[in-house]
């Protein structure tokens, strides 16, 4: 029996357990990982772990519905701008930057979700095809609808026909820095730097452009400086 002082209530030991799990699958992997080690990191015993999960399947999904309603707060935040350029210039940017972690300049970073997302796509690839499918959908459509509006604007040329793929072009990309920049050590000596921050700036003005927005419109809708004040403290980590 737990001493007296740690007893929390049902869902606060829940989030704990989840907080406590993430980082083991993150590092070694579902299989690696024993429900005694998740118990032990929790600071509870295997027994009061199966009153909260019915096996480590069930916490693992947990763990999956718990990022996805992460990246549903955010993405319910750009749905409510009106469709338009200045939204798509956002919302790339936000996009980007859940992806990059890279969200409050000397925040520390948390890598679990994209490690699992590598483990997995080393895997059957289960964990990532259901965290992308069940976190991109609002994303996809609302990008669309502003792709539309900036091409109705004249703020968007050359755009692909098929519009949800430049928008997928940018996401894998931002997804690669992300796993090269994994490692403690730097895989990539980036011209310029691997300053976080600065490939970030620089992937989303990539992206911008690849989408087909022109120099002028993004010299008036891009200012990261003002999106890092709008989403401060708002952003939810994914990949």
Same mark, same amino acid.
């Given at each position: 029996?737990?001493?007296?002082?740690?007893?929390?209530?049902?869902?606060?030991?829940?989030?704990?357990?989840?907080? @406590?799990?993430?980082?083991?699958?993150?590092? +070694?992997?579902?299989?690696?990982?024993?429900?005694? !080690?998740? @118990?032990?990191?929790?600071?509870?015993? !295997?027994?009061? *772990?199966?009153?909260?999960?019915? $096996?480590?399947?069930?916490?693992?999904? $947990?763990?999956?519905?718990?990022?996805?309603?992460?990246?549903?707060?955010?993405?319910?935040?750009?749905?409510?701008?009106?469709?338009?350029?200045?939204?798509?210039? %956002?919302?790339?940017?936000?996009? *980007?930057?859940?992806?990059? +972690?890279?969200?409050? &300049?000397?925040?520390?970073?948390?890598?679990? &979700?994209? +490690?699992?997302?590598?483990?997995?796509?080393?895997?059957?690839?289960?964990? =990532?095809?259901?965290?992308?499918?069940?976190?991109? !959908?609002?994303? &996809?459509?609302?990008?669309?609808?502003?792709?539309? =509006?900036?091409?109705?604007?004249?703020?968007?040329?050359?755009?692909?026909? !098929?519009?949800? /793929?430049?928008?997928?072009?940018?996401?894998? %990309?931002?997804? =690669?820095?992300?796993?090269?920049?994994?490692?403690?050590?730097? &895989?990539?000596?980036?011209?310029?730097?691997?300053?976080?921050?600065? /490939?970030?700036?620089?992937?989303?003005?990539?992206?911008?452009?690849?989408?087909?927005?022109?120099?002028?419109?993004?010299?008036?809708?891009?200012?990261?400086?003002?999106? $890092?004040?709008?989403?401060?403290?708002?952003?939810?980590?994914? %990949?």
């Amino acid at each position: 029996m737990e001493p007296k002082s740690h007893r929390l209530p049902g869902e606060q030991r829940k989030e704990g357990i989840l907080k @406590a799990s993430l980082p083991l699958f993150a590092e +070694r992997g579902f299989d690696a990982v024993t429900t005694k !080690e998740i @118990a032990e990191a929790a600071g509870i015993s !295997e027994a009061l *772990l199966y009153r909260h999960f019915a $096996s480590k399947h069930d916490l693992y999904d $947990s763990i999956l519905q718990n990022c996805v309603v992460n990246s549903g707060e955010d993405a319910s935040r750009v749905e409510a701008l009106p469709d338009s350029t200045s939204t798509l210039v %956002l919302a790339v940017w936000v996009m *980007l930057a859940k992806i990059q +972690r890279c969200r409050d &300049v000397g925040q520390k970073r948390d890598d679990d &979700v994209p +490690r699992l997302i590598v483990r997995s796509l080393l895997g059957d690839g289960s964990f =990532a095809r259901k965290f992308i499918q069940s976190s991109s !959908e609002v994303w &996809v459509n609302k990008l669309g609808r502003c792709v539309t =509006a900036a091409i109705a604007s004249g703020d968007l040329v050359d755009a692909f026909e !098929e519009s949800n /793929l430049a928008l997928w072009f940018c996401y894998h %990309l931002s997804a =690669a820095i992300n796993f090269f920049l994994l490692p403690a050590e730097a &895989v990539i000596d980036y011209p310029g730097g691997n300053d976080r921050m600065w /490939l970030f700036d620089r992937s989303a003005v990539f992206c911008l452009r690849g989408i087909g927005l022109t120099p002028a419109a993004i010299k008036l809708h891009y200012n990261p400086k003002a999106f $890092s004040l709008m989403t401060s403290g708002l952003l939810c980590p994914t %990949l």
